[in-house]
């Protein structure tokens, strides 16, 4: 392309925006082209926002890797040395690795019966997992009962809040008394309520209660008999390198899983929203892309003098294309630009003024996520000039159809 062919193309650009059909069709084509471009950057921007914070709950308040058995674990120092093991031959740090017991009970008592899954954790548990405690009983444990937390969701669903918490526990309930639909007061366990916890996830704030895991080996008789580990490492991302690795050692009845595998599901929908909403908002560019197309073909129809002029000069109609290309570039890089700067002013606005609020029971999050990404950006950029160019291209190739004669006859 030579330097002339650039000036002819800003002179053809410059003036096209002067008159007034140009002046309004050249706004239209650019509003067009920086709406679609921002609502393109604004929604990758929002669904890696969500990708990013369910991703950052999940990491904040559960383990990285889980290991648990179909049937109890009798041994649990083994299978502790093969998490240990499995980790030192491919290099991969471990922070610390925790013995659980799970069991499954109903919560009575409040407003309604609960199903509650209750959770043994060693000492320290809450401070190594990063689950937050937001409130601790104020009355005195009196009865010497066992204590337990429950999630937020739990108590706020129950309508318990302080005081002593009854579970049932399916196993303790006689075929006498489950054949009667009778429960009696035996079947029944009382639990001190020492506090409420909340790990931003809601499916475990709903679903679980914990308590010293001591008390819960006596509670249930299980002596040194445990339900599985959960282990934290350095870098959560390598957790599915370090899973398939101590897969290769612990089989049936084991099931090992990383934080990723435990939370597939909802992943995957987010994975699946972000592109649904990429591809939808790339329509839109491709539509507004059009109206960048159709100010190109007005600007040919205004210049077709010169374009016969400039023929008969000997000017080909390859480097007309370029010249007009040049012309469709401008455009859709100044509906580009506006719309990459517009799309993160308001990335901005919602990261710093979060103007808009959400519901946390439904979306796990008060305010609406934004994620800055330069791949995003570099991505857009080039998708929407991509478009442009690919437009631009296969409309200006229908300029080698016409003849200067035809030209000059309709001027």
């Not at 093969?82 to 409040?110: C, D, H, T």
């Not at 008394?177 to 009382?190: T, V």
């Not at 929908?269 to 190109?296: P, Y």
């Not at 950006?377 to 200006?396: D, E, H, K, N, R």
């Amino acid at each position: 392309m030579k330097f002339w062919d650039v000036i002819l193309a800003w002179r053809f650009f410059r003036d096209s925006s002067r008159g007034r059909f140009f002046s309004v069709s050249f706004r239209v084509a650019v509003l067009g082209m920086s709406f679609g471009v921002m609502a393109l950057l604004l929604s990758l921007a929002i669904t890696e926002g969500f990708t990013k914070e369910y991703e950052r709950a999940v990491l904040g308040s559960h383990p990285h890797i889980v290991i648990n058995s179909e049937d109890d674990v009798n041994n649990p120092d083994a299978i502790e040395k093969i998490i240990q093991a499995s980790a030192q031959k491919i290099s991969i740090p471990i922070k610390n690795i925790e013995p659980v017991i799970y069991r499954e009970g109903m919560l009575i008592g409040g407003k309604s019966i609960k199903g509650l899954v209750l959770k043994g954790v060693p000492p320290h548990y809450f401070e190594k997992s990063g689950i937050k405690i937001i409130s601790r009983a104020v009355e005195k444990n009196e009865n010497h009962l066992p204590e337990i937390f429950l999630g937020k969701a739990v108590a706020e669903e129950s309508g318990i809040k302080t005081g002593i918490v009854k579970l049932l526990f399916p196993k303790t309930i006689s075929q006498k008394s489950l054949g009667k639909m009778e429960i009696s007061p035996k079947d029944l366990k009382s639990f001190f309520l020492a506090g409420i916890f909340e790990t931003g996830v809601y499916e475990m704030d709903s679903t679980f209660g914990i308590l010293d895991l001591e008390t819960a080996k006596n509670f249930f008789h299980l002596g040194e008999t445990i339900s599985g580990f959960e282990t934290w490492i350095e870098n959560p991302q390598e957790a599915s390198r370090l899973v398939e690795k101590i897969r290769e050692e612990l089989s049936f009845p084991y099931e090992v899983l990383s934080w990723r595998e435990i939370n597939e599901n909802i992943f995957k929908a987010m994975e699946t929203e972000k592109w649904m909403f990429g591809v939808l908002m790339l329509v839109l560019v491709v539509v507004a892309s059009l109206n960048v197309l159709g100010t190109l073909m007005m600007l040919l129809l205004k210049k077709r003098r010169e374009i016969a002029i400039l023929r008969t000069l000997g000017y080909s109609w390859s480097r007309l294309r370029k010249v007009f290309l040049i012309d469709g570039l401008l455009i859709g890089m100044t509906g580009t630009g506006l719309g990459i700067f517009f799309g993160l002013l308001c990335e901005f606005i919602l990261k710093h003024w979060q103007p808009f609020a959400l519901d946390p029971e439904v979306y796990f999050l008060k305010t609406v996520p934004v994620t800055f990404c330069w791949d995003h950006i570099f991505l857009v950029f080039g998708a929407s000039l991509g478009i442009g160019v690919l437009g631009c291209m296969l409309t200006l190739k229908k300029i080698s159809q016409v003849s200067t004669l035809t030209i000059l006859e309709k001027s």
